[in-house]
T-cell receptor
Framework: AQTVTQSQPEMSVQEAETVTLSCTYD???????LFWYKQPPSRQMILVIR??????QNATENRFSVNFQKAAKSFSLKISDSQLGDTAMYFC?????????????FGQGTELSVKP | DADVTQTPRNRITKTGKRIMLECSQT?????MYWYRQDPGLGLRLIYY???????NKGEISDGYSVSRQAQAKFSLSLESAIPNQTALYFC?????????????FGPGTRLTVL
């Protein structure tokens, strides 16, 4: 069974600085999707970024980028120029493409605080 | 208007009561999911459905049941609520044919069982 681990329960960063959130996963499959979701205090789940495992290029969305290391099964999220609105819980998630119903397997979450 | 809605947004109930959480979507997606979120555990899958005739258990289905009344509606029931079912519940939808496999989440229901 696949598992996702986020080893940093809490992190903090100063406004305008860069922070990296870690995520590791375990799977025997070669093709899958990885996601980072953001959950602000409003508790809405918001997709931040996605990565297809067959793509070697790391995904980027504005200030958010990932470092996808397939052999190491690592998928970290880098937030550049942190803003107060980035304060949220961040979840890493895995999706198998093989007979899994498209369900997401989530990590435990990292609570990020951006300080002024 | 929100594409995925959940009712109620918050609910407090007592042990042994039957509770239904409802989810509706206007996205036209066939796949729908129910997750629960607990501190330190992330989100875990309770049930998922590919269409009105195809319902599947997730990793933590014990104590829960679901009903897919239509493509747009997917309800989660707790037949006899217990305190350890206190959690934040999310409904989600997806459309794999769209190519990105993204799941779209509702706003969540905060359930407290006393």
């Amino acid at each position: 069974a696949q598992t996702v681990t986020q080893s940093q329960p809490e992190m903090s960063v100063q406004e305008a600085e860069t922070v990296t959130l870690s995520c590791t996963y375990d799977t025997s499959e070669s093709n899958y999707y990885l996601f980072w979701y953001k959950q602000p205090p409003s508790r809405q789940m918001i997709l931040v970024i996605r990565q297809e495992a067959y793509k070697q290029q790391n995904a980027t969305e504005n200030r958010f980028s990932v470092n996808f290391q397939k052999a190491a099964k690592s998928f970290s999220l880098k937030i550049s120029d942190s803003q107060l609105g980035d304060t949220a819980m961040y979840f890493c998630a895995f999706m198998s493409l093989y007979n899994q119903g498209g369900k997401l397997i989530f990590g435990q979450g990292t609570e990020l605080s951006v300080k002024p | 208007d929100a594409d995925v809605t959940q009712t109620p947004r918050n609910r407090i109930t007592k042990t042994g009561k039957r509770i239904m959480l409802e989810c509706s979507q206007t996205k036209g997606h066939d796949r729908m999911y129910w997750y629960r979120q607990d501190p330190g555990l992330g989100l875990r899958l309770i049930y998922y459905s590919f269409d009105v005739k195809d319902i599947n258990k997730g990793e933590i289905s014990d104590g829960y049941s679901v009903s897919r009344q239509a493509q747009a509606k997917f309800s989660l029931s707790l037949e006899s609520a217990i305190p350890n079912q206190t959690a934040l519940y999310f409904c989600a939808t997806s459309d794999p044919a769209g190519g990105h496999n993204e799941q779209f989440f509702g706003p969540g229901t905060r359930l407290t069982v006393l």
